[in-house]
């Protein structure tokens, strides 16, 4: 392997405003507690497109200049004090959301409630870079011999399994609002864990066609009448018993809450840009649960992943497209778009 060099290549929001530019910047040095890594490949999530194009929530939480970038996968290079095990060569990825350690939450072991949570490409420089410190107790080894692409999604994968876990799917029928990369790796993780049927809606064909592949039991259009179609055509007329919703639009909540059985079933992990209408009578009368999740279970989830892609489940089967780094331009305008799955940026390649 060769010696870190001093200056690198990294994807910078270098103001207040539309866009990301490929700077020459220094390679960071780890601090106490902390691991440098080579970074590999990167994702381009939803998160990373509302930086680029600096929309409201942006605006309102990143601090530039800053490097975005969170989901990767990489190769330690240097170990700082006090990283217990990590050493140079590992391949790794990393949990994104920085928890505290000392709150309450995370010393209880549910790190993903930690109110003090600091995200990697947001509230810290990320991964767009050809180099990134991350805190050992954030990091995550993978075998070195699994696929690449397999490592780089872990992060929106555990979103994925994170949403597709809260309830028990044996024999039930599921409903998943947005077949974006998200919606799309939980398909295959529902039918691993014996949904009955799981069912997905998104107004894009495009995106439809990719649930089909990804193992969907059945596809439909957005909106509460597509989704009534569908579980009717299942054989059950009084809708699904589990919703997955995975799109953020803010009528999708909504079609979900119509369209579950009486004591049904909604994980929302979309975000909605704005606070959408509820009809909680409706909730109540009908004694649905409606649970938020977000992130990943540290290192809960983690493990189940690798479970889960040792018993051939992988978040790679969404990827669409690869771009260099030096594309970027070209890679965040088709990710913006809805006819791709999933697009990978590649750093650098394996043990150079
Ligand atoms: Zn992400
Ligand atoms: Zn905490």
């Given at each position: 392997m060769n010696a870190v060099p001093t200056t690198m290549a990294a994807l910078v929001k270098d103001h207040a405003g539309p866009g990301l530019e490929l700077r020459k910047v220094p390679v960071p040095r780890p601090a106490v507690g902390e691991v440098l890594v080579k970074i590999l490949r990167t994702g381009i999530c939803g998160t990373d497109l509302q930086i680029h194009r600096w929309s409201s929530w942006a605006q309102r939480t990143i601090d530039p200049p800053m490097i975005p970038g969170h989901e990767f996968v990489g190769e330690i290079v240097a170990a700082a004090a006090e990283t217990g095990g990590f050493v140079p060569g590992q391949l790794v990825g990393a949990e994104?959301?920085?928890?505290?350690?000392?709150c309450r939450h995370c010393r209880a072991?549910?790190?993903?409630?930690?109110?003090e949570t600091r995200g990697l490409g947001v509230g810290r420089d990320g991964v767009f870079a050809e180099y990134a410190t991350l805190p050992a107790t954030a990091v995550w080894r993978h075998p070195?011999?699994?696929d690449l692409d397999t490592a780089t999604m872990f992060d929106p994968f555990g979103n994925a399994v994170h949403a597709a876990t809260?309830?028990?799917?044996?024999?039930q029928t599921v409903a998943v609002t947005g077949a974006g990369p998200i919606g799309l790796m939980a398909i295959p993780v529902l039918q691993h864990l014996h949904a009955r049927a799981v069912v997905v809606a998104d107004p894009s064909e495009f995106r439809r066609d990719l649930a089909i592949k990804q193992g969907a039991s059945a596809v439909c259009l957005a909106g509460p009448e597509p989704l009534a179609s569908a579980a009717k055509e299942l054989g059950c007329p009084e809708g699904f018993d589990i919703g997955l919703e995975m799109s953020g639009h803010p009528d999708a909540l909504g079609a979900l809450l119509a369209t579950v059985a009486t004591g049904g079933r909604v994980a929302v992990l979309g975000l909605p840009a704005q606070a959408v209408r509820t009809d909680w009578a409706d909730i109540s009368t009908r004694m649905l649960t409606v649970q938020g999740v977000s992130g990943r279970r540290i290192f809960h989830t983690w493990h189940q992943m690798a479970a889960l892609v040792d018993a051939g489940?992988?978040?790679?089967?969404?990827?669409t497209h690869h771009f260099a780094h030096t594309d970027h331009a070209t890679a965040f305008d088709l990710a913006a778009s809805t006819s791709a799955g999933k697009l990978i940026l590649t750093w650098s390649e394996r043990g150079r």
């Open positions: 994104g959301h920085i928890v505290c350690g000392r072991g549910d790190g993903h409630l930690c109110p070195p011999d699994i809260q309830f028990p799917v044996l024999d489940i992988t978040p790679a089967s969404v990827v």
